[in-house]
């Protein structure tokens, strides 16, 4: 073997030892910032923050939604008076329409 060679596969064995360690220490820093917790004032949610969020969220939406529904309610009783006016206004009137045919036809025999 050679000085040429042996050193060639001592440059080797450096630059393998550098990259691994700068892949060691690229992989350590992923890792540690995936594992640790994130810091209180960061603008990560934790999950007590999330329940209370949606918690909050759906008491909104319950409020609404009740009010909207009370409204609607109201609404549907309306029309359904109205309707039902209209219907016994269209019975009398039906009731009329035969008591007049009737009439009619008795009266033109």
């Given at each position: 073997m050679t000085w040429?060679?042996?050193s060639l596969i001592l440059f080797q064995f450096v630059a393998l030892g550098i990259f691994s360690g700068i892949f060691i220490f690229l992989l350590q820093?992923?890792?540690l910032?995936?594992?640790e917790p994130k810091p209180l004032n960061s603008n990560?949610?934790?999950l007590s923050d999330?329940?209370?969020l949606t918690d909050r969220l759906k008491t909104e939406l319950e409020q609404e939604y009740r009010s909207d529904l009370k409204?609607?309610?109201t609404r549907l009783d309306f029309?359904?008076?109205r309707l039902e006016k209209i219907e016994n206004i269209l019975?009398?009137?039906q009731k009329e329409i035969k008591s007049l045919t009737k009439e009619f036809y008795s009266s033109s025999e």
């Open positions: 040429e060679k042996i820093r992923v890792l910032r995936t594992i990560y949610l934790t999330y329940n209370k409204l609607l309610s029309l359904e008076n019975t009398e009137l």
